[in-house]
């Protein structure tokens, strides 16, 4: 056989092989779909917030899934925490709702400079302005729409209010109020509007003073029990 006509046999051959491995590999790896982004835009409470109650809302478990997820591989997230927001407060924050779960550590956070609201990859809260009238604070959620997995979450608290520990002074923001209600959305559940899920942490609505978002309710137990296990 004449050298020309072997290497000739032998690119076929690669082409015959390798073809069918290629296309392998790619049936492997399903299309996620294209990327969307879900926001949870938490405001000042109104006069008269939410809808009246229904009639048959009394003893329901408070709670709404938004069906996104956390991949068990990205587990448990990493999140970065602005120098300028108080570590501390957000660690506790999380761990209310760590708490309620014994299976897996969702969650592990460090500090450093980051900016929340821009997509880079980074897992990031910080203060921030958000540029609407009435919005204590932002989190945005980054997903691939087909499979719900999710990309990267960030919460920017809104520099338009005071800060604080709002325990005997009501004239502040309670940071670990409104952060502990935030990361229910992490835990991907949705807001709550009814009036009669008023006591829930995932209750839509916030104000100056409020505490009450700091402990998790019946409802934001269920949810979260319903979602990652008890
Ligand atoms: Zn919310």
């Not at 000042?44 to 899934?65: F, Q, S, T, V």
Request: some cysteine; proline content about 5%; charged content about 20%.
């Amino acid at each position: 056989m004449n050298k020309k006509l072997s290497s000739l046999i032998c690119i076929v051959l690669i082409i015959i092989i390798s073809v069918p491995i290629i296309s392998i590999a790619f049936a492997g790896k399903p299309d996620k779909g294209p990327i969307e982004k879900k926001v949870f835009i938490h405001r000042i409470k109104p006069d008269n917030p939410g809808k009246p109650p229904k009639p048959d809302g009394r003893g329901k478990e408070w709670y709404k899934y938004s069906g996104i997820h956390w991949a068990s591989t990205n587990l448990p997230v990493t999140y970065i925490v602005d120098t300028e927001l108080d570590y501390g407060i957000i660690e506790t924050s999380f761990e209310t709702w760590d708490d309620e779960i014994s299976t897996v550590l969702l969650f592990e956070g460090v500090q450093g400079e980051v900016t929340a609201g821009i997509i880079d990859g980074i897992n990031a809260l910080s203060y921030g302005d958000y540029p609407d009238a009435g919005v204590i604070a932002v989190t945005y959620i980054l997903y691939y729409s087909y499979t719900g997995e999710i990309i990267e979450v960030d919460t920017l608290f809104d520099t338009d209010y005071i800060w604080g520990d709002a325990t005997g002074n009501p004239d502040v923001m309670d940071l670990q109020n409104i952060a502990t209600h935030e990361f229910g959305h992490w835990l991907v559940l949705d807001d709550l509007y009814n009036r009669p899920a008023r006591q829930q942490t995932m209750y839509g609505y916030g104000t100056y003073g409020e505490i009450i978002k700091r402990t998790l309710e019946s409802g934001d137990i269920a949810g979260i029990q319903k979602i990652y296990g008890e």
